[in-house]
């Protein structure tokens, strides 16, 4: 008997983990809708452990449209960035929900990716390159 078979044992309580199923296949639409409704949640996130001095007010407030002072533009450029990956792959993985989530960086992204690091926000009017 383990350390775990027995502190199961003394706390007086079963665990069956073969009972909790889901029976429902994921559904990657509705993944992607949510993870677009709470975008600047997670590019928060996400900046933030890079050092990115912004806070979330300020995430949003870029992410609108509307310029914040008193940041470095190298920190604004990595906000927009991360919220333009987080769509283009929320993009290509919600187009196609009926087959496996995958995503693959083709050519024509790769090459649209790297444009647009030399020449920022010359994509087409969403800032999508494909």
Known sequence: M???DAAYN?????YAPCAIRTVSTPDVRRACFQALKILEGIVYDTVFLEGNPFILPEVKTLLDGITVGGHKLSDERQ????AR???TL????SHDATEMM??????????GLWIDAINPGQGDKNGYWC
């Open 79 to 82: 906000v927009l960035n991360q």
């Open 2 to 4: 383990t350390q775990a």
């Open 90 to 93: 929320l993009r290509y993985d």
């Open 85 to 87: 990956s987080w769509k």
């Open 102 to 111: 995958q995503f693959l960086v083709d050519c024509s992204t790769d090459d």
């Open 10 to 14: 003394r706390l007086g309580f079963t």
